[in-house]
C-alpha cells in the first residue's frame, strides 16, 4: 500500500521493504547489496527475476559458496547512507546540509548529493534495462519494430558528452515562504540545500532521437521513470513522467550514465537518468525507461496540476515550469555561533537557472542597508554554481543576519521577496540566514 500524501510526500516505505525482503528470500542477498552491486557496474543477469540462479554453474557457485553475512534490508526509500551531519531527513527526501559543505570540492559527491524521491529508489538489472523510444513523433520503418530500443551497452558505445550542471528541485527555499514572508506553502519544507552540482556524462539526448528516426514534426517528447506508480490522494497518477519540449530536448539534455566519473549511484538514477541543464529537478527524470516522442503537446500530471505556479497572484493558466530561479547559500549552519572581533572567512555557493553565469554575489550583514561584494572563484559556468568567499569581522555579540545576492550576467537578481505561490516553488528571493556572535 502507498501512503497518498501530497506531490512531496508520497511515500513507498512498505513495497520498498517487501521487494527487499522478497530479494533476500529468493536470492539470499539483500536489496541493499545488489544495488551496490549494481551501481559498480558488476553485470546482474536477471537480478529481479526468478532465474538468477538458473544456469548450473551459478547453482553450483551458490551451493558451495560461503553463506554471506546477512546485512540489514534497505531500510526506506533510500538506499545510501544518510548521516545526520550530512542530511536532514523528509520521508522520501534528503536535504543536503549546507553546513556540510565547506572542504567539498567544486562537485557535491554522489554519497553526499540530495535525494528527492516520489516514491522510492528502484533495484534496476542493468543487463536487463533497456531504454524505449516510441511514438508519433518517430519515422515508421517498414520492417522495423515500432519501439527503438537501447540497451545500457549500446548507450556507452554511443558518442559520449561530459557536462557540469545543478539539479535543484522546483520547491528548494520553499521553507522560507512561510518562514520570511509568512505564507506558508504546501510540500517538503526545504532550505536551501535540494542543490547540487555534479559532472554528469552520457548521451546527448538529441544523439539518441536521432536514432530512434525522429520526425521534423515532433513536439514534445515524455520521459519516464521505473521507479513505482505515484499514489496521491487515492488517485493513480502512473510513473513519474514529464514533457519536455523538443527544442529543449534537442539543445542540451542529456541522458546520463556516469555522475562525477563513476556509474549512476542507485538513488540518482541507476542505470540512466536525464538532465536537463539549468531546469527545475522534476524534468532530470531517473531510472528512464522509456521516452514517448509526440508530434502534438503531450501531458502528465507533473506539468498540468504539479509544478506550475498556482495560488497567489498567479494566473489560472500560468505555463508550465521550466528553469531554476537564481539563489545563493551560506556553507555556514543555521544558527552558527561565530567569533566577535574574529575575521571569519564567510564561504558560499550561488547559482541560476537563468542560462548565464553568475555576475556578482553581494553580502550584507545589516538587514540589506549595504552590500559589500563576495570574490567568485573559478570555475563559474552557467548552469552550475560558482563558489564565492568573503572576509567579515564581526563586531557586536547577539543574534546577527547575513544576506547574500546573486546576480547573473543577464541581470536576474535575487529579490527581497517573490510572489507566492500555493505549491512554494522557486524561491529566489535573498534568504535571511540567523547567526549568533560570541
Ligand atoms: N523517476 C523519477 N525521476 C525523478 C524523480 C522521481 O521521483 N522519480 N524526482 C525528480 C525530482 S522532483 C527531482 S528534484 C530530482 C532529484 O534528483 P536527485 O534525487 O538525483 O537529487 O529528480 C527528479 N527525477
Ligand atoms: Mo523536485
Known amino acids: 500500500m502507498t501512503r497518498g500524501t ?70 526506506g526509500p533510500i538506499v545510501k547512507p544518510l548521516p ?41 538489472d542493468p543487463a536487463t534495462w533497456r531504454l524505449r ?18 540497451s545500457l551497452a549500446d548507450l556507452r558505445r554511443m558518442p559520449s558528452r561530459t557536462r557540469t550542471a545543478f539539479v535543484e528541485c522546483a520547491g528548494n527555499g520553499r521553507s522560507f515562504y512561510a518562514s520570511q514572508q509568512g505564507t506558508p506553502a504546501a510540500g517538503t519544507q526545504w532550505r536551501l540545500g535540494a542543490v547540487g552540482v555534479a559532472r554528469w556524462r552520457g548521451v546527448p539526448l538529441a544523439e539518441v532521437l536521432e536514432r530512434a528516426g525522429l520526425e521534423r514534426s515532433a513536439v514534445d517528447v515524455m520521459p519516464q521513470g521505473l521507479d513505482a506508480n505515484v499514489i496521491s490522494g487515492g488517485a493513480d497518477l502512473g510513473h513519474v513522467r514529464r514533457p519536455l519540449p523538443i527544442a529543449k530536448a534537442l539543445d542540451d539534455a542529456l541522458i546520463a550514465y556516469e555522475m562525477n566519473g563513476a556509474p549512476l549511484p542507485p538513488d540518482h ?83 541560476s537557472g537563468g542560462g548565464a553565469p553568475i555576475a556578482a554575489v553581494e553580502v550584507s550583514d545589516d538587514g ?18 560558482v563558489r564565492w568567499s568573503l572576509p567579515w569581522r564581526p563586531r557586536a555579540a547577539g543574534q546577527a543576519t547575513l544576506q547574500a545576492r546573486a546576480r547573473d550576467w543577464r541581470g536576474n537578481v535575487q529579490p527581497a521577496t517573490v510572489p507566492f505561490n500555493s505549491n512554494g516553488y522557486l524561491f529566489g528571493a535573498v534568504v535571511r540566514h540567523p547567526v549568533t556572535i560570541v
Open 133 to 150: 523510444l516510441f511514438g508519433s513523433g518517430l519515422r515508421r520503418r517498414p520492417g522495423q519494430p515500432e519501439v527503438a530500443e537501447f
Open 6 to 75: 501530497t506531490d512531496e510526500q508520497s511515500y513507498d516505505a512498505e513495497r520498498a521493504e517487501q521487494l527487499g525482503r522478497r530479494l533476500e528470500r529468493e536470492h539470499g542477498i539483500s536489496r541493499r547489496t545488489l544495488l551496490r552491486a549494481a551501481a559498480a557496474g558488476v553485470p546482474l543477469l536477471t537480478a529481479l527475476g526468478r532465474d538468477a540462479l538458473a544456469t548450473p554453474q551459478a547453482r553450483a557457485q551458490a551451493a558451495t559458496a560461503p553463506a554471506p553475512p546477512a546485512p540489514p534490508a534497505a531500510a
Open 269 to 351: 538514477g541507476f542505470p540512466a537518468r536525464l538532465i536537463v541543464p539549468g531546469w527545475i529537478g522534476v524534468a532530470s527524470i531517473k531510472w528512464l525507461g522509456q521516452i514517448e516522442v509526440a508530434d502534438e503537446p503531450l501531458f502528465s500530471p507533473w506539468n498540468t496540476t504539479q509544478y506550475r505556479m498556482i495560488g497567489g497572484d498567479w494566473p489560472a493558466d500560468a505555463p508550465p515550469l521550466t528553469r531554476q530561479t537564481i539563489k545563493s547559500a551560506f556553507e555556514l549552519p543555521w544558527n552558527a555561533q561565530l567569533p566577535r572581533h574574529r575575521r571569519t572567512l564567510l564561504e558560499g555557493r550561488a547559482w
Open 368 to 385: 540589506g542597508a549595504r552590500w559589500r561584494r563576495a570574490r567568485l572563484h573559478h570555475p563559474n559556468p552557467s548552469e552550475a554554481w
Open 84 to 124: 545526520p551531519e550530512w542530511f536532514d531527513l523528509f520521508t522520501t527526501n534528503a536535504e543536503m546540509r549546507w553546513d556540510a559543505v565547506p572542504g567539498l570540492g567544486y562537485e557535491i559527491p554522489a554519497e553526499r548529493f540530495f535525494v528527492r524521491n516520489h516514491t522510492a529508489t528502484p533495484a534496476i
